[in-house]
């Protein structure tokens, strides 16, 4: 039950994309999780690397409604009460990679050497027994912490937590938050 109490908290994940420095050592910690068999669930991508050093880093958003899930044939993708979206149960993934065509984000992706569907779990090992991320543990300059939202908006106040999507005419709430200019509340992504 512990953990249980624990994810009644409010603690929540946020990324600052222009707090990034492309340093990668969000993507060695998570690397080096056990639960992971040592391959990173974390990506940090160039924005236009022929123009600027400008680097994003990307994670899976746990989508309130994962369309992941709603595409797997297999049922392999689950979502618990927490909000925690999951890789793919190893014993149901049949590695067809439609979650990876569906995820608005571009989150999933397929591990040939095991023909099966990886993504970022929120650390659910760590954050159920009251620890946070790895790549929130690591991270230098703040681009990614896991905290309150009352902490966000005191070391932040010039910028306001998002979750809140559109991609045309789909809206996607997420579990995980992007910082944007104080009054955004929503970030269109494509019209």
């Known amino acids: 039950m512990e953990t249980a109490n624990y994810y009644k908290t409010d603690m929540e994940f946020f990324i600052d994309m222009q707090r ?19 391959e990173s669930m974390i990506h940090v991508n160039y924005v236009d690397r022929a123009h600027t050093i400008q680097t994003t880093v990307q994670v899976c958003m746990h989508c309130e409604d994962p369309v992941c899930a709603r595409v797997c044939p297999a049922d392999a993708i689950s979502k618990d ?11 149901r993934c049949i590695g ?6 569906a995820c608005p984000f571009g989150v999933p992706f397929k591990q040939e050497q095991y023909d099966l569907m990886m993504k970022c779990n929120l650390c659910y090992d760590r954050t159920s ?28 106040p010039q910028s306001s937590p998002v ?20 009054d955004a509340t929503v970030l269109r992504v494509y019209e």
């Not at 990034?20 to 040592?38: P, R």
């Not at 067809?96 to 065509?101: E, F, L, T, Y």
Request: proline share 4%; aromatic share 6%.
């Open 20 to 38: 990034c420095i492309g340093c990668q050592a969000c993507v060695v910690a998570c690397a080096e999780c056990e639960t992971n068999g040592h």
């Open 81 to 91: 009460e927490f909000g925690v979206v999951h890789t793919a149960n190893t014993a």
């Open 96 to 101: 067809c990679s439609n979650c990876v065509m």
């Open 129 to 156: 027994a009251g620890k946070k991320p790895m790549c929130a543990t690591v991270c230098p300059s703040g681009a990614l912490y896991y905290g309150t939202r009352e902490e966000m908006r005191r070391m932040r």
């Open 163 to 182: 979750n809140h999507f559109l991609f045309g005419r789909e809206e996607v709430t997420t579990k995980v938050n992007v910082m944007m200019p104080a």
